[in-house]
């Protein structure tokens, strides 16, 4: 079978002549160019979208770290209103009367010991409050 394909080539190389053998490279050597040149617009073509890809996730991911930035600060401003809130309930129990008197009430009442109903029990009670 190989003598005979190889006698086929021979016979069709002998039937041609040069400048159809000519002809043939050159044809050759444009659908080689041409398939390389295909080649090499398809890797181009993958290689920029390979790239438009990555900036897309990079997009994605600056967006994603702005929002969480906004979110950090919309945290941040609820807690400094609660901490300016809890200062400013301070400052009006410690400066007006009745939360003064409330103040010094509740202290009293947790440092003075109940006075007993039994009446032996009065003189301690006093030496303790004085």
């Given at each position: 079978?190989?003598q005979?394909?190889?006698?086929?080539?021979?016979q069709?190389?002998?039937?041609?002549?040069?400048?159809?053998?000519?002809?043939r490279?050159?044809?050759?050597?444009?659908?080689?160019?041409?398939?390389?040149m295909?080649?090499?617009?398809?890797?181009?073509?993958k290689?920029?979208?390979?790239?438009?890809?990555?900036?897309?996730?990079?997009?994605?991911?600056?967006?994603?770290e702005?929002d969480l930035?906004?979110?950090?600060?919309?945290?941040?401003?609820?807690?400094?209103?609660?901490?300016?809130e809890v200062?400013?309930?301070d400052?009006?129990?410690?400066?007006?009367?009745?939360?003064l008197v409330?103040f010094?009430?509740?202290?009293?009442?947790?440092s003075?010991?109940?006075?007993?109903?039994?009446p032996v029990?009065?003189?301690?009670?006093f030496?303790?409050?004085g």
């Open positions: 079978m190989r005979v394909v190889r006698s086929c080539e021979l069709t190389f002998d039937g041609m002549s040069m400048s159809e053998e000519e002809m490279l050159k044809r050759l050597k444009l659908e080689l160019e041409m398939k390389k295909e080649q090499h617009k398809e890797l181009k073509l290689e920029m979208e390979h790239e438009a890809g990555l900036k897309k996730q990079e997009m994605e991911l600056k967006k994603r702005l930035r906004a979110m950090e600060m919309e945290e941040n401003k609820v807690v400094k209103r609660k901490e300016l200062k400013l309930k400052e009006d129990r410690k400066s007006s009367i009745t939360g409330k010094y009430g509740d202290a009293l009442k947790n003075v010991s109940k006075m007993g109903s039994d029990e009065y003189p301690a009670f030496t303790n409050v």
